[in-house]
């Protein structure tokens, strides 16, 4: 009787796959609602600060034209990095399970590769009063961006202050003054409030309430519909809060080299069946315009 390759394998595979493919779409994405996501065949991507030109003079009367030129800043570079796990069904297993516990398993399997996507574009925000920086080589959130053209600007609170009207406030009017790497006003849209599970309550008071939370006096809510709340479950902090431009007009990206991949093979020793997963990805931030926060009071 010939051998056989992988029969064992192969015969777990599409049903112990099916049940990870359908628990990872039964999540919807919390990432790509935020993060440009683009696809990547190279090692890495790399992205290039650049000012434009600064704002036309006055000409005297019989002088020439003044001359102005792009200025170049620094560079960000997103290098993709691997991620792999497995696990191994024995042949005993196989043959006893009454309980379910193979579709345990490939359910865990699938709650693995969520976390770690996750987590990872998370990280990018919930490290940016820290150690997550942007092109200009500053932490993301910070009260003294370098521009280009001189002069500094902020996207963060001037003192870190909790989710209320007066917070709102302040971060709104970063975006409503935000200027280019030359100083010039740069129309920049604040559309999403995003927030760890903790806040979602207060930011529900703040956005639908006709007259203003916790104000006796009856004032009109002005900040009533004014963001969109976004909710993302692994943001860290329970107090730090974040608004953001829609995509394409802020810098969040995560880049796809390999979309999670799948393999399976017969171990012939065990005579169990190997699964394993593998993806490639980077996560990180370009620039800071169109995303500013607060650490939280």
Same mark, same amino acid.
């Given at each position: ?20 493919? /359908? ?12 993060? %440009? ?8 991507? /790399? ?13 005297? /009367?019989? /002088? ?13 570079r997103y290098t993709h990095q691997s991620y792999g796990l497995g696990f191994q069904v024995t042949r005993e297993m196989w043959s006893d399970d009454q309980f379910g516990i193979m579709k345990k398993v490939s359910g865990d399997f699938s ?26 080589? *500053?932490?993301?959130? %910070? ?7 001189? #002069?500094?600007?902020? %996207? ?7 989710? #209320?009207?007066?917070g709102l406030q302040e971060i709104i009017l970063l975006f409503e003054k935000m200027v280019n790497e030359r100083g ?20 529900? *008071?703040?956005? !639908? ?8 006096? %009856?004032?009109? !809510? ?53 699964? #394993? ?21």
């Amino acid at each position: 009787m010939p051998a056989t390759r992988g029969a064992f394998a192969q015969l777990l595979a599409p049903g112990l796959y099916d049940i990870i493919y /359908e628990d990872l779409e039964a999540h919807d994405e919390e990432f790509s609602q935020i993060f %440009n996501v683009h696809p990547s065949s190279r090692a890495y991507e /790399e992205d290039q600060l650049v000012a434009g030109l600064g704002a036309v003079p006055t000409k005297p /009367e019989g /002088e020439s034209i003044k001359l102005d030129e792009p200025i170049q800043g620094g560079s960000i570079r997103y290098t993709h990095q691997s991620y792999g796990l497995g696990f191994q069904v024995t042949r005993e297993m196989w043959s006893d399970d009454q309980f379910g516990i193979m579709k345990k398993v490939s359910g865990d399997f699938s709650a693995s590769i969520r976390q770690t996507i996750e987590s990872t574009a998370a990280n990018v925000i919930n490290n940016g009063f820290t150690t997550t920086t942007s092109i200009d080589g *500053e932490t993301l959130f %910070n009260t003294a961006h370098p521009l280009l053209g001189g #002069s500094t600007y902020s %996207n963060r609170a001037s003192t870190d202050i909790s989710l #209320s009207i007066t917070g709102l406030q302040e971060i709104i009017l970063l975006f409503e003054k935000m200027v280019n790497e030359r100083g010039l006003l740069k129309r920049m849209v604040p559309q999403t409030l995003l927030i760890p599970p903790d806040l979602q309550f207060t930011a529900g *008071e703040l956005l !639908n309430s006709a007259y203003r939370p916790s104000d006796g006096t %009856n004032a009109v !809510n002005t900040m009533q519909g004014r963001l969109d709340v976004m909710m993302n479950r692994y943001l860290s902090s329970t107090s730090a809060w974040f608004i953001l431009a829609a995509k394409g007009q802020q810098w969040l990206k995560f880049y796809w080299r390999e979309q999670p991949q799948f393999d399976s093979q017969d171990d012939f020793f065990t005579k169990g069946a190997n699964f #394993s997963t593998f993806f490639r990805f980077s996560a990180g931030v370009t620039y800071w315009h169109g995303i500013a926060g607060s650490d939280g009071a």
